[in-house]
């Protein structure tokens, strides 16, 4: 148990985050006011007292006080007195541990913002690096990355209507099973079979609504995303009216610059099914292995085999699928590098448009979470280290992909990132022109550039505003995480989405 107890009750997030990415494998608490209590009273691992000329981290080994810059005054609790707690427990804590975290200190899911915010400032890529590294604490290596990402984002990006464009997310909550480490509301598809078409009413309720709301603001459908879950575990003639449906509610859709459906689980994908995907004009799938090592498969819940992974693969393209990306998982248990690097060299082997390369994320909720409650920290056996991820990275460089979008999560195995790695723009000796493969949501998420709505269970859409002065706002609502409630509430989950965008 990691401890720590505040004299105010400020930034205790960041500081349960810090201290958890140095010490993953112990529960941490941040203690303010009566939650102290006997805790407190003996000698906690970490006391975090402020005042207005000065911030003092009180560890069990030693003791820093860091005053207020000058001109400065910590009493107004803003951004300097935040950045100079999380250098003063980055600072210490890698002084104390002897470790360098690949992040340094930041704890944010989108530190290619960052990047992109220096970008548009006139910054160079070199500068926006070298910020990185200098006032948070970041590797070389993951600032140069960020940079580079960033640089791909900012042109692909550009390309949109960031004013009248938005993007349309729709969620299917069902999977074949439910794998170890997911946190996503999804359902197993058995016990839903016979409401299935109950849920797709809903979905098309939601639909209408916001078709008829966006068209009446003269915004315009960009990219469609079918996510999940699993969608391609509907049937054919269910996949076959949501995908009319969405066709007859935006009739733009024949014209959107991407239209991609997770057909992520090898098991769920059929002939009939892709040729209902290719009919309606989807442009992109996933087939996700997360590995290619049975063993593994079988841990994790993956009621599939390898074998299986590649039959789907070479299935979707022999059914005209030209832009197909596969997920992998760093970390996975009992996984080396050396199980990674087979993955890897099976997946070289079917020549995918992009790769996701994701590192695992311990998530509450997840039925991982509950096996280290039960069994301890060590009982996933996942070490992921800088040999492990930058195997994978030379892995999709090998592939001819190029990294274009990147994202953290908490509780990430070694403190490290999710890279979308994809195919860029190539000219064939024959003259061909193949255009990139990029994803364009998956950047959208990330740098939240343009609104999104967002229809199912635990989906969040997003509403973003430039205003006069060239400000972005972000606004959000959610649908209820689990479909019964969704279902009985379907008119509030409209209406949320309704006030959110008018």
């Not at 805790?39 to 080994?61: N, R």
């Not at 990402?149 to 004013?163: F, G, Q």
């Not at 459906?261 to 004009?281: F, M």
């Not at 448009?353 to 590192?359: E, I, Q, R, W």
Request: proline share 5%.
């Amino acid at each position: 148990m990691i401890t720590a107890c505040v004299n105010l009750d400020l930034y205790r997030y960041e500081i349960h985050a810090m201290l958890k990415a140095f010490y993953p494998a112990e529960d941490v608490k941040v203690l303010f006011g009566e939650q102290k209590g006997n805790e407190c009273e003996s000698k906690p691992f970490l006391e975090v007292c402020y005042a207005e000329d000065s911030l003092t981290l009180t560890f069990h080994l030693s003791t820093s006080r860091i005053p207020a810059p000058e001109g400065e005054d910590f009493a107004r609790k803003g951004p300097v007195l935040k950045a100079a707690l999380k250098h003063g427990l980055y600072d210490n804590l890698a002084k104390i541990t002897g470790q360098r975290l690949p992040w340094g200190e930041l704890i944010g899911i989108r530190p290619t913002k960052l990047v992109s915010a220096q970008l548009r400032a006139g910054r160079t890529p070199e500068e926006a690096a070298a910020m990185l590294m200098e006032e948070h604490r970041v590797s070389r290596r993951k600032a140069d990355l960020a940079a580079e990402i960033a640089v791909r984002e900012e042109e692909i990006l550009s390309r949109l209507d960031r004013e009248k464009g938005y993007s349309l997310y729709l969620g299917v909550p069902f999977c074949p099973t439910t794998c170890l480490y997911c946190s996503f509301p999804s359902y197993a598809i058995a016990g839903w079979k016979t409401r299935v078409g109950e849920y797709l009413s809903a979905l098309e309720r939601e639909m209408q609504a916001m078709a008829e709301l966006m068209a009446s603001q003269g915004k315009h459908l960009e990219t469609i995303y079918i996510g999940g879950g699993t969608p391609t575990t509907l049937e054919p003639a269910e996949l076959e009216r949501l995908l009319s449906g969405i066709e007859r509610f935006f009739p733009e859709t024949g014209q959107v610059l991407e239209f991609t459906v997770e057909a992520g689980r090898p098991d769920s994908i059929t002939p009939e099914k892709l040729a209902v995907l290719r009919a309606h004009g989807v442009s992109r799938i996933s087939v996700n292995p997360q590995t290619m090592n049975d063993r593994t498969l079988a841990l994790i819940g993956r009621r599939h085999t390898v074998q299986q992974v590649i039959d789907a693969f070479c299935m979707a393209r022999e059914a005209g699928m030209d832009n197909i990306n596969m997920d992998i998982i760093l970390g996975l248990p009992g996984e080396s590098d050396a199980d990674v690097a087979r993955t890897l060299q099976e997946i070289q082997k079917l020549g995918p448009d992009d790769l996701t390369v994701h590192t695992l994320a311990v998530k509450r909720g997840s039925r991982m979470q509950q096996w280290i409650e039960t069994l301890g920290y060590d009982a996933i056996h996942s070490c992921v280290t800088d040999e492990t991820v930058e195997l994978a990275a030379r892995g999709a460089e090998a592939m001819g992909l190029v990294p274009y979008y990147l994202y953290r999560q908490k509780n990430m195995s070694g403190n490290f990132e999710n890279v979308g790695y994809a195919r860029p723009e190539r000219i064939l000796p024959d003259g061909t022109r193949k255009p990139a493969r990029y994803g364009i949501y998956n950047m959208l998420i990330i740098e939240e550039v343009q609104s999104i709505v967002a229809l199912g269970p635990g989906s969040v859409s997003k509403c973003v505003r430039r205003g006069e002065d060239g400000n972005v706002t972000i606004a959000r609502c959610d649908d209820a995480r689990d479909i019964p409630t969704y279902l009985s509430n379907i008119d509030e989950m409209i209406a949320r989405k309704i006030r959110l965008f008018s």
